[in-house]
């Protein structure tokens, strides 16, 4: 039954998988030499490897799909290069050799079956590098699942009571976030992630702790870069505050900084003097990137880190030392926030997350109390009909908006998860809170700093997120959850679940089904994105209004056109995101009336389906005297004033 099996996934996975590769792009040229590259690679590897060790076929040929992998995963980050740091995608393409190259080392030093596990992993690491990666990294994940599933044991996959009922919780938001592809990506991005940590839960520390040390490796080659693009910007400058670092936001990047400062302090001690070295430079680089952010409370996060670890070491011998020095370095610390440009002590950036909150929570609890708005809850929010916020506070959300250009973020982990999932799904996270650390302190059998830090970090990351919403950020995801195996796991000598469902039916079934919406997902979000670089003349990315055209016709497309506009099922099955394309592409045809009209029977978001009337009547002459009535109908369904300003 396995061969069967892996016969069909074999043909339907390599099907699949270049049939994303070679859809449409606007990097054809870097998408060749990626190809180019991978094959080049592993045939220069398999003349080398003949001599000295022998490998299987298909271990050769599992090899030459991580490496395309991999490349899949820089040419897809190389189509949203915010750093242009060298012409031609240089750069990209060198980080791209040097993956490729500790690929091949690790291929040659494992042994097939930790290949198998370890390969995928290795080829989408760098998805989790702290990058504008927009939302494909979903679909190079879910192959690299794929991959590891396939060359698994399932008789010995074991996935826990609890880890299933989770799946079916996903199940029920992703239908309830059906049409909303960011609210989509955030939970598919979060159960992958969920699915990585069950299939690596039963390897081990020692493979764990490998996979930690790549992803230091990934970030420090991230860091060079742009600690490269910084260097030769004549107009950077280090002193100034900023709100993103090359598209990237500080938020992340101090968030970021500090999930890596955890992962050094649980490898450093275990580490001989060559891999401390590796984690030195990597501490000084995340150190300067965590001060470059001026984040402050990943600054102050980690103080709370260093605190804890340096009581943990010295608790039995505290004395007036050590209580000097700990307050020298929180007063440090103090006077860098307050000195600094963006103040400790900004009354008005406190005031505006205070009023986000209220935002957030009040118009949770008046208007989707039970299960919220979904998991892209900030876009939905501001057009309620049931507004309840104070004036002071509606001004402040406001401006918000309007200076940032962006939906109300709650930053704040708890009101994010209230304003998505509601009463709901807020007491399950809640409860599963409670449950995660109450099993870990029962499983601790003995305290040390090693088995106690991964709980002192979530502990500290919980309190980070207080002010912050950086859980479900791809740079962050993956280390929470290697933190939370290790909590997990802590005191364990046998790290299977007692609950663990070994029924392989049951296995197949969930694979089956996991497949049948990898498939669908990655084909739609394709499809979506392939039309964007096919059109990318005629139009433009918009936050507010997705898509606005640049006013230039696509070629063949015909005026005269009979075209009843989108199907139902067709705006059912590709989500909004995809209506919004179609509208926009359809601009100055007959068909933009027709896909008009379509907006306000099948779209749920009125007000922008009158933004995009609006936009439609500013265009033509004889219907002018209707932009009034549109205007006052906006008003409504608009109070903050989001798209009036694009017409006013």
Not at 58 to 74: A, D, E, K, R, T
């Amino acid at each position: 039954m396995k061969s069967k099996f892996s016969i069909f996934f074999d043909i339907f996975y390599l099907v699949l998988f270049f049939f994303q590769f070679f859809g449409e792009t606007n990097q054809r040229f870097f998408r060749n030499d990626a190809v180019g590259i991978g094959c080049l690679f592993v045939v220069i590897y398999a003349i080398w490897l003949r001599k000295k060790k022998h490998f299987s076929f298909y271990s050769l040929g599992h090899l030459f799909l991580i490496i395309l992998l991999s490349n899949f995963v820089f040419f897809k980050i190389a189509e949203y290069d915010p750093i242009q740091l060298f012409p031609e995608k240089l750069v990209i393409k060198l980080t791209m050799i040097i993956w490729n190259s500790i690929i091949l080392f690790q291929h040659f030093r494992s042994n097939e079956a930790e290949f198998n596990m370890f390969g995928p992993l290795l080829a989408i690491l760098p998805c989790f590098a702290c990058i504008n990666f927009m939302l494909y990294p979903v679909v190079p994940i879910g192959f690299a699942i794929g991959l590891m599933i396939r060359n698994s044991d399932i008789k010995e996959i074991q996935f826990s009571k609890s880890f299933i009922l989770f799946f079916l919780i996903v199940l029920l938001w992703i239908f309830r976030d059906w049409s909303d592809d960011f609210a989509l990506v955030r939970i598919l991005l979060f159960s992958e992630v969920v699915i990585i940590l069950s299939l690596v839960n039963s390897l081990g520390r020692e493979f764990r702790q490998k996979l930690i040390d790549h992803i230091l490796i990934i970030f420090l080659i991230n860091s060079v870069i742009l600690l490269s693009k910084m260097y030769l910007d004549s107009e950077f400058k280090i002193n100034s505050y900023r709100e993103d670092l090359f598209l990237i936001p500080v938020s992340l990047l101090g968030s970021n900084s500090f999930l890596i400062l955890g992962l050094l302090a649980l490898s450093f001690h275990e580490s001989n003097w060559r891999f401390r070295v590796f984690y030195l430079t990597v501490l000084f680089v995340s150190c300067f990137f965590l001060l470059l952010s001026l984040s402050r409370i990943s600054i102050i996060s980690t103080g709370l880190l260093f605190l804890y670890i340096v009581w943990e070491q010295q608790k039995e011998k505290i004395n007036l030392k050590f209580v000097a020095f700990a307050f020298i370095s929180l007063l440090l610390a103090f006077v860098f926030l307050l000195l600094s440009e963006k103040s400790l002590l900004n009354v008005e950036t406190i005031g505006v997350r205070f009023s986000i909150w209220k935002l957030h929570m009040l118009s949770t609890i008046y208007n989707k109390p039970i299960f919220g708005f979904g998991f892209n809850s900030e876009k939905l929010i501001p057009f309620v009909e049931n507004l309840k916020i104070s004036a002071l506070d509606f001004a402040l959300v406001e401006d918000y908006m309007s200076h940032f250009k962006t939906f109300p973020l709650a930053h704040n982990l708890y009101f994010q998860i209230f304003s998505s999932t509601g009463i709901f799904g807020f007491s399950v996270f809640l409860i599963w809170i409670f449950s995660f650390f109450k099993y870990s302190h029962k499983n601790v059998a003995v305290v040390n700093l090693r088995k106690n830090l991964p709980k002192a970090i979530l502990l500290i990351w919980l309190i980070h997120e207080i002010l912050d919403f950086s859980s479900l950020e791809i740079a962050n995801i993956l280390i929470l959850g290697l933190l939370a195996l290790d909590v997990k796991n802590a005191g364990k000598s046998n790290v299977k679940d007692k609950e663990s469902q070994q029924v392989s039916k049951t296995i197949m079934v969930f694979m089956g089904f996991y497949f049948f919406l990898f498939l669908f997902f990655s084909y739609r979000f394709s499809k979506i994105e392939q039309q964007i670089f096919k059109n990318h003349k005629n139009i433009h990315l918009s936050t507010f209004l997705e898509f606005t055209p640049t006013g230039i016709i696509p070629k063949g497309i015909n005026l005269d056109s009979d075209s009843k506009g989108l199907s139902r099922s067709e705006i059912f099955m590709f989500g909004e995101r995809y209506f919004f394309l179609q509208l926009a592409l359809a601009y100055s045809t007959a068909n933009e009336p027709k896909i008009l009209q379509q907006c306000f029977d099948f779209v749920s978001r009125k007000e922008i389906c009158y933004a995009k009337l609006m936009n439609y009547i500013v265009n033509e002459e004889p219907l002018a005297e209707y932009s009034d009535s549109i205007k006052i109908l906006l008003s409504i369904s608009d109070p903050f004033g989001i798209y009036l300003r694009n017409f006013l």
